[in-house]
């Protein structure tokens, strides 16, 4: 029977971790970045589009695992919504393949101002272990206005919660 | 038994490949396998590739489980097909014409696959590419005829958080006439790197593959190294990667448990899978420092040694999968709602799954057996104890029940090798000379098939990893076909395929 579970679930301690403590030089820069690009504030939620380059779909588990009751992501006001359209966060992984570059172009046309794109895994950054192919951009920044790197091959939930969070104070920041 | 083709391939020249042999046949040979392929239907098609002069197929004798290649020179750029006699063949004609240039004639298709005219070259794999600079060409689909149809063309940017592919969907009211994938978005070049490297630089690419399957990626390139060098690891080294394995079909099947019953808004067991991974994969992380497991397997052995206290981590986040999972089954079963939208959706023929020789639980759904790790060469399995589940009702809830069930064998297998680990050495020394191997290592979603020659430097000359995906993705097209449009996350998701494995 599920809801005895449930109703239980209700009155138990949460399984959710406690959030990471957020390093302030990245939201010093970030907050720097907003005032200098004279960005609105975006208030203290984040509609995130994920957008896969062509990742090894190592960067897609764990920003999926982001979702889980964990990490919890929603607790924040961060969620994943369907469409570039709903978005103020582009999370782009995998090092920007040729075959995607048009797709990618049209994600960031389809978002509307004011918007983060945040480049995730080491292939965003810079390509990877795949810089220097015939397929590759060599990472996101050949394509898209880059304002936020996370490295890691993947990096972990709590790396990249670490780095949305940062964006969230980086706005309030900048009342 | 063997069958016609069986006896055309033992008649070619063998090239010394281990521990499958490879035979070299004659253009004028190969001419007539199609035909004796349609003759000996146990003789299933796992993987055909190319090097710059050759085109290579491996196959698989049914009956007797035993692997064995056939190469022909791909003279004046041609070679016969394959695909009238192995429909499977297909996608990796495809994939031969564009990266190495060599043509199947008599193909069933050759439309453009990974190269959407975005590169600026052609053939990046042949001995001489072609600089290629023009506009990208309008993908074509196959026609479809009938009343009212319409087509919806989805991706390659999903709504949700997978990775990128289009797929282009026909409809007749809420009813899906036919779905043509197009894949290719994610084309790294990924072998174009691994070449003229050394084992030991390009097996982060294999562990780059297809990321959730970092682990059997990475350990059938290096079995095909090793088989190639003649180096057995050391028995340390083969428990460690054995437990690795049955970790990722662990973390693997408890995600796609849990984002199937996702895919029917049926939100609890997604939150109990996603916890209950969550723990299995920090176990993982204490154990051996990465939540993946990505670059633990080398050629040669393992690094690192896994961690004192990662035992009792790992046992202790299985013991909880363990608990839970008839719970989550009898919730899985009790609630009409969610078995009206799995049972009987997504049915997948079994004469479908041998005919594309379907690996992993979209086979063993619809009654393909096939397992890799009951191969004798699949060391430590074939030396351990567990059961492979087959079932034949081919739809989502059979994909599902495998999953559940293979659980709970991994769960068995993982504390089997933990009790019977040995002690010693972690790495094989590993010499630098040529040679020729292949590998088949069961990973969640099938056997991850991988051929390495090596040159006599020691470099990696030719190669070629085959992901199960490659004879899956092509299963989904049929599979879908009559289920309404809202069915299709949820059949995707009870395949899985991989996008990146296949892209290359």
Redesign the interface.
Known sequence: ??WP??ARALFAKP?TDQAPLVPQETVQALGERMAVTSRARLGRSLAIR????????????????L?????DLERFGLR?V???KHADVLLVT??A???????LER?LASTPEPRWVVAVGDCAVDGG??K?????ENGIAAVLPVDLLIPG??P?PAQLLEGLLSLLEAESAKK | MMGPASRLIRGGNPQGAKPYERFLLSPTAWGQLPAALQQETALALLGLWADATQVHACFLHEPGNEALLASTPAAGWNYAALSPARPGAMRFERMILELWGHHAEGAVDLRPWLDHGRWNLRHPLAAKPIPFAGEAPQPEFLPTVGDGIHQIPVGPIHAGVIESGHFRFSVQGEAIVRLEQRLGYKHKGTLSLMLGTSPRAAVRYAARLSGDSTVAHSWAFSAAVEAALGVTPPPRALHLRALMLELERVHNHLNDWGFVCNDVAFAYPHARCGLLREGVLRAIAAAFGHRLMMDRVLPGGVAPDIAPRGTEAILAALAAVEAEIPVLMQIYEAHASLQDRVVTTGYLRPDLARAFAAGGHVGRASGRAFDARRLPQHLPHANLHFDVPMLEAGDVDARVRIRVLELGQSIALVREILASLPAGELMAPMPARAGEGAAMIEGFRGECLHWVALDDGGLIGALFPRDPSWLQWPLLEAAIEDNIVADFPLCNKSFNCSYSGVDL
Do not use: H, W
Request: charged share 15%; proline share 6%.
């Open positions: 029977m599920l579970k449930l399984l994920e957008v896969d380059s062509g990742s090894c779909n190592g960067c897609e588990l764990e920003v999926n695992a979702e889980n009751i964990a990490y994943f369907a469409s570039p995998g090092p393949c040729l075959n995607m570059r048009e797709a994600a272990v795949f220097g192919s015939y397929a590759v091959c993947p972990s």
